[in-house]
């Protein structure tokens, strides 16, 4: 784990949807002509959204800024035609706030919402649904694999064999 990550905060599949629930039931009397996902942490959050919300007209804006768990330079590959007015700027979390500038740079008009917010990304984002640590990385269900463990019994006996 890096150096600035002492903790570690998981989201399974049905918390995130919960949660996703959560934040769509505070944005349901929003006007929006639609979802600009932040690729790729954005993706998910942004296709359940436009689900709950019913909402067909999504576009990205794609930005590298980690590698793992390690924060890079900033690369935009793709950017908008447009300021957001009326568009709804989703990712899955602001932590730094070096990605969220970028956007807020690129987008100033949209309403930029994330599920998860770090501290010192907080104040760059108009809603999030939880705050986490700042030194806390969050494992989300996309970067994880389910694995078959074997029943304890199983692996007593393979030890005492």
Known sequence: MSSRYHKHFTVSWDQLHRDVRELCHRLMERDLKGIIAVTRGGLIPAALIARELDIRLID???????????????????????????WLLVDDLVDTGKTARAVREMLP????????AKPEGRPLVDQYLTEVAQDCWIQFPWDMGVA?????VDRHRSAVE
């Open 60 to 86: 990205t804006v794609c930005i590298k800024s980690y590698e793992h768990m390690d924060q890079d330079a900033l690369h935009v590959l793709k950017g908008v035609d447009h300021d957001g007015d009326g």
């Open 109 to 116: 008009q949209a309403y930029f919402v994330t599920i998860y």
């Open 148 to 152: 078959y463990v074997e029943p304890l």
